[in-house]
């Protein structure tokens, strides 16, 4: 059966850092594109950062280039999205979600976990 579970959310002041978990059981993730997506209450959902796994680079929006960070653990299940300097901009419910390839909306990836919210707040 195929899981993709998100953790690592949380309550953090302006300027701190969290370090988003997305581990899946079922697949090897390692085969995948993974996305990260963040949708805020009232706004459209936003593809923050896509590794396409094949040659090319890891997509970041302009909005957290050079603040969140996407990488992937050795044994190929888990992927992580650090985010540094936070802004109370980034606060939402954040989703991983795996495809062949990168893809525009979350709704055209395979498989997608629950979520887990970020709130950034003084």
């Known amino acids: 059966q195929v899981h993709v579970v998100e953790s690592g959310g949380g309550l953090v002041q302006p300027g701190g850092s969290l370090r988003l978990s997305c581990a899946a059981s079922?697949?090897?993730?390692?085969?995948?594109?993974t996305a990260w997506f963040r949708q805020a209450p009232g706004k459209e959902g936003e593809r923050v950062s896509c590794?396409?796994?094949?040659?090319?680079?890891?997509y970041y929006a302009d909005s957290v280039k050079g603040r969140f960070t996407f990488s992937r653990d050795s044994a190929g299940n888990t992927v992580y999205l650090q985010m540094d300097s936070l802004k109370p901009e980034d606060t939402g419910v954040y989703y991983c979600?795996?495809?062949?390839?990168?893809?525009?909306?979350?709704?055209?990836?395979?498989?997608r976990g629950q979520g887990t919210q970020v709130t950034v707040s003084s």
């Open positions: 590794d396409p796994l094949s040659d090319g680079s890891t």
């Open positions: 079922g697949f090897v993730l390692d085969y995948y594109a």
């Open positions: 979600a795996t495809a062949r390839r990168c893809r525009d909306y979350l709704g055209e990836y395979d498989y």
